[in-house]
C-alpha cells in the first residue's frame, strides 16, 4: 500500500516557477510508475506529466515548461513547473502503480491517488 502526500501548491504570478512534490512512506516507491494529473474547476482531471521504466512524459500543454523527477533516497517525485499560466491553475495530484501498464496518461492505470495540491496562477 502506498499514499502519495503532494505539497508545495500555492498561489503564484504568471510566469513564474514552482516546484510541487509527491511523497511516499514505501521503500519501493522507486520502481513505481508515478503521474501527475491535474484538475480545474469544471473540468475532467487530465494527465499532466509522468515517469516510469521507460522515461518520462508530459501533457502537450505543458511540454517544454514542465519537468519531472525523482529522488529515490528521499521517496519523493518533483513536478518542476516553469513559466506558469493561468491556465495552469488547478489541484494537482499526484499517482502511482506498482503495475506495468499501458498508456501512463490514463487516470485508470493508477492504483494510488493523493488528496491533491492547489496551485494557482495569477494573471
Known amino acids: 500500500q502506498v499514499q502519495p502526500v503532494e505539497s508545495g501548491g500555492r498561489l503564484v504570478q504568471a510566469g513564474d516557477s514552482l516546484s510541487i512534490s509527491c511523497a511516499a512512506s514505501?521503500?519501493?516507491?522507486?520502481?513505481?510508475?508515478v503521474a501527475w494529473f491535474r484538475q480545474a474547476p469544471g473540468r475532467e482531471r487530465a494527465f499532466v506529466a509522468a515517469t516510469s521504466w521507460s522515461g518520462s512524459h508530459f501533457a502537450d500543454s505543458v511540454q517544454g515548461r514542465f519537468s519531472i523527477s525523482r529522488d529515490n533516497a528521499e521517496k519523493t517525485v518533483y513536478l518542476q513547473m516553469n513559466n506558469l499560466k493561468p491556465e495552469d491553475t488547478a489541484i494537482y495530484f499526484c499517482?502511482?502503480?506498482?503495475?506495468?501498464?499501458?498508456?501512463?496518461?490514463?487516470?485508470?492505470?493508477?492504483?494510488?491517488w493523493g488528496q491533491g495540491t492547489q496551485v494557482t496562477v495569477s494573471s
Open positions: 514505501r521503500r519501493t516507491f522507486s520502481r513505481y510508475t
Open positions: 499517482a502511482a502503480t506498482a503495475r506495468s501498464i499501458g498508456p501512463v496518461t490514463s487516470s485508470d492505470a493508477y492504483d494510488y
